[in-house]
């Protein structure tokens, strides 16, 4: 009998962020660490990102990307959300919950963290533009308009919906993106949010792991 694959996931070798938990691979060993299953990782740099060998696994050239077998992904959240339908843990059992799990999922990614992604932008990118202050106001006021929303959803509730789930760890770990912003500070309950998702066991030894990557190695400038 044949031992089944581990997956191996590529991950930065050098992160913009130092480790500090922010690549989008974190999402995908946090789901792992989850669900109790082994994973190895290679090590991609940002040149060999958008070479032909790696663009055949991801055609954006970026990470992660998920091999198992001949089954080859990308995504952080299709990668996410395939081990929390092979695995328990992630998803609920019954069928309307595991629906607004999965509905929270794409509202982490697709509703909540576009305006995020644009404060990053504006702030790394656009900051020597000479209409930079004018924007950054519009920029933050769309993240808040979402956040007052989401905090209003949430309420006194631990998690979203119940039971923690696959969506926790995608909005968790796309909230985490406003801590150095101090913007997560103004929702007393969403910032009550990302620190439970923090705590959780999985959590910190996914942490751990993409750290130790970073061990000795400095951020990108």
């Given at each position: 009998?044949?031992?089944?694959?581990?997956?191996?996931?590529?991950?930065?070798?050098?992160?913009?962020?130092?480790?500090?938990?922010?690549?989008?691979?974190?999402?995908?060993?946090?789901?792992?660490?989850?669900?109790?299953?082994?994973?190895?990782?290679?090590?991609?740099?940002?040149?060999?990102?958008?070479?032909?060998?790696?663009?055949?696994?991801?055609?954006?050239?970026?990470?992660?990307?998920?091999?198992?077998?001949?089954?080859?992904?990308?995504?952080?959240?299709?990668?996410?959300?395939?081990?929390?339908?092979?695995?328990?843990?992630?998803?609920?059992?019954?069928?309307?919950?595991?629906?607004?799990?999965?509905?929270?999922?794409?509202?982490?990614?697709?509703?909540?963290?576009?305006?995020?992604?644009?404060?990053?932008?504006?702030?790394?990118?656009?900051?020597?533009?000479?209409?930079?202050?004018?924007?950054?106001?519009?920029?933050?006021?769309?993240?808040?308009?979402?956040?007052?929303?989401?905090?209003d959803r949430?309420?006194?509730?631990?998690?979203?919906?119940?039971?923690?789930?696959?969506?926790?760890?995608?909005?968790?770990?796309?909230?985490?993106?406003l801590k150095?912003?101090?913007?997560?500070?103004?929702?007393?309950?969403?910032?009550?949010?990302?620190?439970?998702?923090?705590?959780r066991p999985?959590?910190?030894?996914?942490?751990?792991?993409?750290?130790?990557?970073?061990?000795?190695?400095?951020?990108?400038?």
């Open positions: 009998m044949s031992l089944p694959m581990i997956p191996t996931i590529t991950v930065f070798e050098r992160s913009p962020d130092g480790g500090k938990g922010l690549a989008r691979d974190m999402r995908v060993r946090w789901a792992f660490e989850e669900v109790a299953q082994p994973y190895e990782v290679r090590l991609v740099s940002f040149g060999a990102m958008k070479e032909p060998a790696h663009r055949a696994l991801h055609p954006f050239g970026q990470i992660p990307t998920y091999e198992e077998g001949d089954l080859a992904l990308f995504e952080s959240g299709a990668i996410v959300f395939h081990i929390a339908e092979r695995h328990a843990g992630l998803l609920p059992a019954n069928a309307n919950a595991r629906a607004r799990a999965i509905t929270w999922m794409f509202a982490a990614l697709n509703t909540v963290e576009p305006p995020i992604l644009d404060l990053q932008t504006a702030k790394f990118l656009e900051g020597d533009k000479a209409w930079y202050e004018q924007r950054l106001p519009l920029v933050k006021n769309r993240i808040r308009d979402r956040l007052g929303e989401l905090s949430l309420g006194d509730a631990e998690w979203l919906d119940g039971a923690f789930s696959a969506g926790d760890l995608m909005m968790v770990t796309v909230l985490l993106r150095a912003s101090g913007m997560l500070d103004e929702y007393p309950n969403l910032a009550a949010y990302v620190a439970q998702g923090e705590a999985a959590y910190k030894r996914a942490f751990d792991a993409q750290l130790a990557v970073f061990a000795g190695r400095p951020p990108i400038a």
